[in-house]
């Protein structure tokens, strides 16, 4: 079946469009650009007298329409059969084809729904057509000018919603997160500086509150050269006459990381979306490392399928060690069977159906009393179970309309999930119910249950994948940008200390800044951000730590390696970062055939990859031969760590020897007979 044709539009910041998640050519010129945007914007026809007016009005008429026609002719090319032309109106065609993020945040505004709303926001990434301007278009100025306004306004209502909503649940950081957002929108309003400082010193912190009100003065006194009102020098007041001893409890609010560079992935991932909610869709399988963003790339784009009534089934899953089966399933479903919000009192179910349902979810109460035989002892059993989860999500499909049923971390998922997973798809893949699932591909081996699984799936032509890359060191420097307040010499400096250790990835970005506000590096000041130059260059010079929650990460992934695996894991790791083939095998002494299976095990699991070298005579990139490199800066640090010092020193010792025996004259003993670095038995051979 083919790819559905499918237009991807951001005009809230700078303008992104894509065509099947590509972006489109260069038209030929800004008018172009502006002529496209104003006809997405204004969802009817458009006269070709006004649009004329607009773009060329110091033109004659007829030279202003050729013009027109020949820039329209220009945008079909570009996005084939979205413009509707007759000889008097142009129409954008806002098809099922199209997603637009003024349209999305629209939809989402209108819902009372909080997670719609928060949504919303994430839609706003910066002014209305924030990178176009007209200079020899005034008409068009003027339009623009008017419509950033009116986005400002709107986004900031939402704010306004959001922050009364989180205050009123006493959840003051999220409150304080929008407000922050708020007042980088408009930061003259004082009713916003008002609500931060209630926000500070209702979380206890009352010396930020004080400090804030000195902030809002000097900016109230900048922008629109006024004093505070009586009523911000009234909540002043009442701040300074409270208790002292009132402290913090809360961690200052820290910017939340956006979706960057993720405009091609959202795109696939609706187009998935769309194609399941019409009865023609794959199960889609969202592969990444961890701490890529699946999850929040996944959340976004279900906030937008939830604004369009789609009832959403989600779960995790977890590598139990106590064979809790179909659990990840069972959670999904749980929400289907509350007495007070599920549809199990909504929809007809054969009472015979519901016994079996009752194995998993008690709460399916039946009039019918049944021994039920177990799954072991019964061959029909689990067959019978299987149909039952169809035949009762089918009826919930029919109640609810649109449905998703998202898994995360699937490859910690058992052997009968997959299996049931498989069969609902099967049974219900024409039904508008879309299977998505995220899993990292590193946590699996060749013959683990989740490869096994999802290579039937790819012959039977049911399974559609996408892996989501790191992020570029440009959208890491705009997320250190949202740290207002912070000098250029201060973000260079922060992005020195966090971009090159990340390595693309947000959570190790996110870990390594909470861990610089944890040791008072970087933390909040005077409703600004302030970074400890000093201190940072003092941890620079005495070795860099792992953040305790990277490490906790890498140390599961090494957990599954055997331990004569591990160990010859941290022999490569003292090699460096990069390493040798030959020099490790001289170094181990271990058999050569032992040391190619473990490395091949390691790339499989993502821990080492191969190095390129330069490009050959076509252009491509080629592997350097039989050199290797740890596949991220900071999982290399943690296993090197793993050897005590005598053990890392004994390793060079011995490595500097192999490199300078001459062929021939190696005496090498196996790393498990060394004697003297034996500690807690970490080199006991097998």
Not at 107 to 136: K, N, V
Not at 404 to 422: E, M, S
Not at 451 to 472: A, C, D, F, K, M
Not at 558 to 585: C, K, S, W, Y
Request: hydrophobic share 40%; aromatic share 6%.
């Amino acid at each position: 079946m083919p790819e559905l044709d499918h237009i991807h539009i951001r005009l809230l910041g700078p303008i992104q469009i894509e065509h099947n998640g590509q972006p489109i050519g260069r038209l030929e010129s800004r008018k172009a650009l502006g002529l496209l945007c104003y006809l997405c914007s204004q969802g009817k026809p458009v006269s070709r007298q006004e649009l004329a007016g607009l773009f060329w009005g110091d033109k004659s008429e007829s030279r202003g329409r050729g013009n027109l026609s020949r820039v329209l002719h220009n945008i079909g090319q570009e996005l084939p059969n979205c413009l509707e032309a007759d000889r008097r109106a142009v129409h954008f065609r806002g098809d099922e084809r199209l997603w637009m993020d003024t349209v999305q945040m629209e939809r989402l505004a209108r819902s009372d729904q909080l997670h719609s709303l928060a949504a919303a926001t994430e839609l706003f990434r910066g002014d209305f057509l924030e990178d176009l301007g007209l200079d020899d278009c005034p008409e068009f100025d003027l339009w623009l000018t008017t419509e950033r306004e009116e986005w400002r306004r709107r986004v900031g209502q939402i704010y306004t919603t959001l922050i009364e909503h989180h205050t009123g649940r006493g959840e003051y950081e999220l409150a304080l997160r929008q407000v922050n957002r708020l007042l980088a929108l408009e930061p003259w309003q004082e009713e916003a500086h008002r609500q931060k400082m209630l926000l500070l010193h209702l979380s206890g912190q009352r010396s930020a509150a004080l400090a804030h009100y000195e902030r809002s003065k000097r900016v109230l006194a900048e922008q629109l050269n006024v004093a505070p009102s009586l009523e911000t020098e009234s909540l002043r007041q009442q701040i300074e006459e409270l208790n002292d001893a009132l402290t913090s409890t809360l961690r200052p609010a820290q910017p939340r990381l956006p979706l960057l560079e993720r405009g091609e992935p959202h795109t696939w991932l609706v187009q998935q979306w769309e194609a399941a909610r019409r009865g023609t869709g794959k199960l889609t399988l969202l592969e990444g490392p961890a701490g890529v963003g699946k999850s929040a790339l996944l959340e976004d784009v279900l906030a937008y399928t939830g604004s369009l009534g789609a009832a959403t089934l989600r779960s995790r899953c977890y590598n139990y060690r106590t064979g809790l089966v179909y659990e990840p399933l069972v959670e999904a479903l749980r929400p289907l069977f509350d007495p007070q919000t599920g549809v199990l009192g909504k929809v007809q179910v054969a009472d015979s159906w519901l016994v079996e349902l009752s194995r998993l979810w008690p709460e399916a109460q039946s009039q019918r009393k049944a021994v039920l035989p177990s799954l072991e002892e019964d061959n029909t059993a689990r067959h019978r179970l299987f149909e039952a989860v169809a035949h009762f999500l089918e009826a919930a499909i029919a109640q609810e309309r649109q449905m998703v049923l998202f898994l995360d971390d699937l490859h910690d998922a058992d052997q009968a999930t997959l299996d049931l997973l498989r069969y609902l798809f099967h049974r219900l893949q024409f039904k508008p119910l879309w299977f998505v699932c995220a899993y990292r591909r590193e946590e699996t081996t060749p013959n683990h249950p989740l490869v096994l699984w999802r290579n039937v799936l790819i012959r039977e032509g049911h399974l559609s994948t996408r892996q989501l890359h790191p992020l570029s060191n440009e959208s890491l420097l705009q997320i250190l940008r949202r740290y207002v307040g912070l000098s250029g010499p201060q973000l260079g400096q922060l992005g020195r200390y966090a971009i090159d250790r990340c390595e693309g990835n947000p959570y190790v970005l996110e870990e390594l800044l909470l861990d610089l506000q944890e040791r008072q590096i970087l933390g909040e000041a005077a409703g600004g951000w302030r970074l400890d130059g000093e201190k940072l260059a003092a941890l620079l010079g005495n070795g860099l730590p792992v953040p305790s929650g990277v490490a906790a990460v890498m140390e599961n992934r090494l957990a599954r390696l055997n331990p004569r695996a591990r160990r010859l894991l941290q022999v490569a790791a003292v090699l460096g970062r990069e390493f040798d083939l030959p020099l490790l095998l001289r170094v181990s002494a271990e058999p050569n055939e032992w040391v190619e299976i473990c490395l091949s095990n390691w790339m499989n699991r993502g821990l080492v990859v191969e190095v390129e070298s330069g490009p050959d005579e076509n252009g491509e990139k080629v592997s350097s031969p039989h050199r290797y490199r740890f596949s991220h800066g900071l999982l290399w640090q943690v296993v090197r760590e793993e050897l005590a010092q005598l053990q890392r020193e004994r390793l060079i010792e011995r490595i500097e020897a192999v490199r300078h025996a001459l062929p021939g004259q190696e005496t090498i003993t196996p790393l498990s007979g060394l004697a003297g670095i034996e500690e807690g038995g970490e080199w006991v051979g097998e």
